[in-house]
């Protein structure tokens, strides 16, 4: 099995945006291509909402899936329009897996994106 070291290493170098949150969607975690995609640093995210980065044009319906899904222990994908601290507006290939604890209770949520923009 591998040392926990390098599972930590290898979520940090990751070329996708990877953050851990807690059930709130709250940041706890952020590794460095989130920070790159998203031109937040460490510093200025773990605290913060998901939603920070909504450009509040995705359509409701779309979070409401989202929720949905994620209520009932599902994982979710899809296509967000997403701002930048700069506030440059991006599109986001996301997908969300809630973390379940040994109960099945929901402890936290994996977000995984990349930035989409050119592909389209
Ligand atoms: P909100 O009021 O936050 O949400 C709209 C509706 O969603 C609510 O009325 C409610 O029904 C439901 N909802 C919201 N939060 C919860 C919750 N914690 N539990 C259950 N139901 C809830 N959004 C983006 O726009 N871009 C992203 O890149 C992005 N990444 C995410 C990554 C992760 C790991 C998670 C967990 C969420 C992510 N979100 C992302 C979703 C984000 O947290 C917001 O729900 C979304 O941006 C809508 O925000 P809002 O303020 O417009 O609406």
């Given at each position: 099995s591998?040392?926990?070291?390098?599972?930590?290493?290898?979520?940090?170098?990751?070329?996708?945006?990877?953050?851990?949150?807690?059930?709130?969607?709250?940041?706890?975690?952020?590794?460095e291509?989130?920070s790159?995609?998203t031109?937040?640093?460490?510093?200025?995210i773990?605290?913060?909402?998901?939603?920070?980065?909504?450009?509040?044009?995705?359509?409701?319906e779309?979070?409401a899936?989202?929720?949905?899904?994620?209520?009932?222990?599902?994982?979710?994908s899809?296509?967000?329009?997403?701002?930048?601290?700069?506030?440059?507006?991006?599109l986001?290939?996301?997908?969300?897996?809630?973390?379940?604890d040994?109960?099945?209770?929901?402890?936290?949520?994996?977000?995984?994106?990349?930035d989409?923009?050119?592909?389209?």
């Open positions: 591998l040392p926990p070291e390098v599972y930590r290493q290898a979520v940090s170098q990751a070329d996708l945006a990877i953050s851990i949150t807690d059930p709130a969607a709250r940041i706890l975690y952020a590794n291509s989130f790159r995609i031109g937040y640093g460490r510093d200025d773990v605290g913060l909402n998901e939603s920070v980065l909504s450009n509040h044009t995705t359509p409701r779309v979070y899936d989202m929720w949905t899904a994620l209520r009932a222990r599902r994982p979710w899809g296509k967000l329009l997403n701002k930048r601290k700069c506030g440059d507006v991006y986001a290939e996301l997908s969300i897996t809630p973390v379940l040994a109960a099945g209770e929901i402890t936290h949520y994996l977000g995984m994106h990349r989409v923009t050119e592909l389209h």
